[in-house]
């Protein structure tokens, strides 16, 4: 089993930037992919970005490709998501999850990833 707890989520006003972290433990999450996801009321979870459980490859959906960046500390057992220029539509709850397969595939998919941490709010202002 692997336990997530993501923290960093705040409000922010357009432009402003808040940097999200996603600390693991249990079971060894430094051998796994890492992603985030985001829901806003209404909608389906979506993808947002992965990391490669090497930390050397990194994949982001095209609606923050440039404004927000996924890096990972593996001695620390924790990963970030920094994020810069934000929009009011980044507004959600925003998850971290793990995929325990170390496959080189790009998941965008919530049910390919196996553990989910409870989410934390970003809310962006207009």
């Known amino acids: 089993q692997v336990q997530l707890v993501e923290s960093g989520g705040g409000l922010v006003q357009a432009g402003g930037s808040l940097r999200l972290s996603c600390a693991a433990s249990?079971?060894?999450?430094?051998?796994?992919?890492m992603g985030w996801f985001r829901q806003a009321p209404g909608k389906v979870r979506e993808f947002v970005a992965r990391?490669?459980?090497?930390?050397?490859?990194?994949y982001y959906a095209d609606s923050v490709k440039g404004r927000f960046t996924i890096s990972r500390d593996n001695t620390k057992n924790t990963m970030y998501l920094q994020m810069n220029s934000l929009k009011p539509e980044d507004t959600a709850v925003y998850y971290c999850?793990?995929?325990?397969?170390?496959?080189?595939?790009?998941?965008?998919?919530?049910?390919?990833?196996?553990?989910w941490g409870q989410g934390t709010q970003v809310t962006v202002s207009s």
């Open positions: 999850a793990a995929d325990q397969s170390r496959t080189v595939v790009r998941r965008t998919a919530a049910y390919e990833y196996d553990y």
């Open positions: 249990g079971r060894t999450s430094s051998n796994y992919n």
């Open positions: 990391i490669s459980w090497t930390g050397l490859s990194t």
